[in-house]
């Protein structure tokens, strides 16, 4: 193979990185090969192995969805290709009544061509195998494969794969739209596919609960030529914010790249933040459902203190992880929660769902909570419910640049700092949790450190009862940061 191999597109829980500079179709079919030499030895009957393809909207896809089908195929195994999808609806095709030639197949995993909200140059591939997302040891022994293919590329024993294509947005739309029945009766919202996946999809669907929807960039472009996708940022969401005041709806969604996150933002324009969207998620399901023991919700150190708290009160058992779909997607799992989510707006439902992260259908699901208050109360507002949630001064995330080599001895030296300095917040501290960085514990609030899995910055999050105290809580441990990476200059 005639390209440089560039080991860091591997990411925790997927490939990704800069198309010319790592990513590259030749890549793709060396990936395709590895992918299928890393499941093949995992099932019993290799003679008839199936597998899902499908792409975002970038200008790349096209070619590198191409080559990656065709070291599947030259390693023997059959792909479904499903075309232009969002990610979820990889996922969901492991769970649907595929027919090929008349016969259902057992599809053994799915792979997405996709650098989800990253700006037009990336691309990437996500995977899964036996319904369960690659991990950071599957990437690991994957990009390991991929370095042997394309150092002594391997003639498969198999017969050649074949590739047909299938319809799975019409399976994914009717299964739904019969889920959520007339769910979104009476509701006006505003939709913006932001020139992305969900645009094949997310209007048609809600429609066909039965709600007005006023659509924006829906046609998918790969140069997303009105704004970036990704509904965290507050600044891609002007548009959607303009809209829903122009014409009075209820509320509107936005989504990223790959429709696996979701943005709600209310009828005021407030775009709500995850840990908020998930609690309101989470009473609904409290409230609406019987449970012989107290459910468990996963969400992440990153968020609220009400969070936790309200889904106890309510009956709940709530517990707090690690940052990182992945992570949240394996500990959902391993407590068979009902419900799990980020401050990204990753939602994971394992209630009346399949448990992957999935926006178009948490759109469902806000929709249906909406609509039953609206037929209640005709002049019901979602600002309203937001309200009516107990409130505490929180901030945005803060990002502290930090290489990635002095994270872990930053962290400790910064441990250590508070340890001997217990009373410099002005607040005692209650507790230390260490899962995921440092969530340092107030009776009133916490102050957040942790190490982002992606960038070389440290992501900071504080909560308190007041703003001032929200401030103090920052201003104290942005400093104590500071102090700490200088005693290891």
Known sequence: MNFTFDESVFGKNDIRGIVGQGICKELFYCVGKAYSADILPKIKDISNVWVT???????????????????????????????????????????????????????????????????????????????????????????????????????????????????????????????????????????????????????????????????????????????????????????????????????????????????????????????????????????????????AFISEVKCSQILFDEIDRNGG????????????????????????????????????????????YAGCRFIEIISKKKIQNPNFKVSELIANLPQAFTSREVRFPCPNDKKQPALKNLEEIINQNPDIFGTKIEKIITIDGLRIVFNDGFALIRQSNTEPVFTMRFEAKTEEKTELYKNTLVELTEKSLYQLN
């Open 53 to 295: 393809v499908g792409k975002d909207a970038r200008l790349h896809s096209n070619e590198l969805t191409e080559a990656l089908i065709k070291g599947l195929n030259d390693s023997g195994v059959n792909v479904v290709e499903i075309g232009l999808v969002p990610s979820p609806f990889g996922y969901f095709s492991e769970y649907a009544n595929i027919l090929i030639n008349g016969q259902k197949i057992d599809i053994k995993g799915t792979l997405i061509v996709t650098a989800s909200h990253n700006p037009s140059e990336y691309n990437g591939v996500k995977m899964t195998f036996e319904k369960t997302s690659f991990s950071d040891l599957d990437m690991k022994r994957l990009k390991e494969l991929t370095k042997k293919e394309i150092e002594n590329p391997l003639k498969s024993t198999l017969k050649q794969g074949i590739c047909e294509k299938y319809d799975i947005i019409s399976e994914y739309i009717n299964k739904m739209s019969n889920e959520f029945t007339n769910a979104g009766k009476s509701l006006k919202i505003v939709v913006d596919s932001a020139n992305a996946t969900a645009g094949v999809a997310a209007p048609e669907l809600y429609r066909k609960l039965g709600c007005e929807v006023i659509d924006i960039f829906t046609e998918p472009d790969g140069r997303f030529p009105n704004h970036h996708p990704n509904p965290s940022d507050e600044k891609t969401l002007d548009a959607i914010k303009a809209k829903i005041k122009k014409t009075n709806a209820d509320f509107g969604i936005a989504f990223d790249g790959d429709a696996d996150r979701v943005g709600i933002i209310d009828d005021s324009g407030y775009s709500i933040p995850g840990d908020q969207l998930l609690l309101i998620l989470a009473l609904d399901i409290l409230q609406n459902q019987k449970f012989d023991s107290r459910p």
């Open 317 to 360: 058992n709530a517990i707090m992880w690690k940052t990182g779909h992945g992570f949240i997607k394996s500990k959902l799992r391993e407590e068979n929660a009902v419900l799990a989510g980020e401050m990204s707006g990753h939602i994971f439902f394992n209630d009346r769902f399949y448990g992957y992260d999935d926006a178009i």
